[in-house]
């Protein structure tokens, strides 16, 4: 891996700095600051300052003016912290300027994501694509792992004519890495190609048996794990933290009518997620794309739940799953009171409230997940001669049985089938 290093291992305290350029956007930069710092704690790193500093223009050097640059450099190494993190996207030049002139760790937002998604993958599948984001992101820094040679000379031998000379040690080793990082890359894009050709095959055996699908989407930490095993007992991973979920899990559940629903568990969003992250993770973000329906969470007891909504339903727009029919729900309603609930209400009148801790609404859930899909199901009172036992297993496989009586002598069924299978009932329908 041709990391610039491995940053969470050395950083211990840090001093957070974020800038805005314009002044209405004052609150908003406020808001990410503060997100930068929940992030950052996800590290493990311990937070020792924070800074929101308000800049006329962007500068090439420093992102900001070079006066204001110099001071905070100075107050960050006051206050002890070994790293500086920018909320910020900085150019690999900015990076290198401030660590230079400040000799210090300097890291960015962008850095700080990749760092966690490294941390927090656990498959193949999530590996190869967080492997691929961090050495996208690091190819353009290699320079600075090799600045400690940029002041060894060339030397006089090497080659004819004292080709050599014209060549540092530092810059010779650069481009090897360069090279190596480039075979890389063609490697992971390859291996990722192949997974996402595996996932192909997956979702055709799905289709194969025609289950609905739908798929759980969100910012991150707004719960959907949690739904996720609320709705099927399944075993995905629950963390109260940034990015818990970096794989998909699908699991099948049963509606109160019989129906079953596969329903998948995706990475969460966050505002400014860089977009090469969304790139890697596109594989794994097309079940999004090839859902039937998605399932989005909002977390009720964040302030920023409007605008949680709105970053994730701009990254769904970027993947072609802005057209999606969209079942929204408020999750964690028992953490807000009456006022709040009311406020949110009025933001997503179409909204299913619900708290999964608590299990707060969940009944409402399961309705508005049946009449998502009222569309795909009919019921049915049968009559059924004995020698067609064959469709009351049809019936019980592929629906729900409501009810059976053979004291008639035939099938007296009521049950709830999808309506792909009822022609084959129709001629015993009553």
């Not at 998605?294 to 970027?318: G, N, R, Y």
Request: net charge negative; hydrophobic share 40%.
């Amino acid at each position: 891996m041709f990391d610039i290093r491995e940053k969470p291992n050395m950083v211990e305290r840090a001093f957070l700095i974020g800038a805005y350029f314009d002044r209405r956007e004052k609150q908003h930069a406020a808001d990410l600051l503060e997100e930068l710092r929940e992030l950052v704690g996800t590290l493990g790193i311990e937070v020792i300052g924070c800074e929101l500093v308000y800049a006329r223009e962007h500068t090439a050097r420093h992102l900001i003016g070079s006066g204001k640059s110099a001071e905070l450099m100075k107050q960050a190494k006051e206050i002890g912290a070994d790293c500086i993190i920018w909320d910020n996207e900085l150019s690999p030049a900015q990076q290198r300027a401030w660590e230079s002139e400040g000799d210090i760790c300097v890291i960015d937002r962008h850095e700080v994501i990749l760092d966690i998604f490294n941390m927090r993958a656990k498959t193949r599948e999530a590996r190869l694509q967080v492997e691929l984001a961090r050495l996208e992101y690091s190819i353009p820094r290699l320079t600075r792992m090799w600045a400690h040679l940029d002041r060894q000379g060339g030397g006089a031998g090497g080659g004819q004519g004292g080709a050599g000379a014209a060549r540092g040690e530092g810059e010779t080793q650069l481009e090897v890495d360069r090279r190596l990082a480039g075979k890389r890359l063609d490697k992971l894009r390859a291996d990722l190609e192949e997974v996402k050709k595996q996932r192909d095959t997956m979702r055709k055996e799905r289709s194969r048996v025609p289950v609905p699908h739908a798929a759980i989407v969100g910012y991150t930490n707004a719960g959907k794990s949690s739904l996720l095993n609320k709705l099927t007992a399944a075993d995905a991973y629950v963390e109260n933290k940034l990015f818990a979920t970096l794989d998909t899990t699908t699991r099948r559940m049963e509606l109160p009518d019989g129906q079953p629903l596969l329903v998948t568990d995706t990475v969460g969003f966050i505002r400014n997620l860089p977009h090469d992250l969304v790139q890697s993770f596109r594989a794994t973000l097309e079940e999004a794309n090839q859902a039937d329906f998605l399932i989005h969470v909002i977390d009720a007891s964040s302030p920023q739940a409007q605008e949680f909504h709105q970053t994730t339903t701009q990254v769904l727009s970027e993947l072609g799953a802005g057209e999606k029919k969209v079942l929204l729900v408020l999750n964690k309603v028992d953490l807000i009171d009456d006022t709040r609930l009311l406020e949110l209400k009025r933001a997503f009148p179409a909204a299913v409230t619900i708290s999964v801790k608590t299990g707060q609404g969940m009944d409402d859930l399961l309705h508005r997940l049946h009449d998502f899909m009222i569309d795909r199901v009919v019921r049915l009172t049968l009559s059924l001669p004995l020698d067609r036992m064959d469709l009351v297993a049809l019936a019980h496989q592929e629906g729900k049985v409501l009810s059976e009586d053979y004291e008639t002598g035939r099938a007296e069924i009521q049950c709830v089938i999808p309506k792909r299978f009822e022609s084959r009932f129709a001629k015993f329908a009553v």
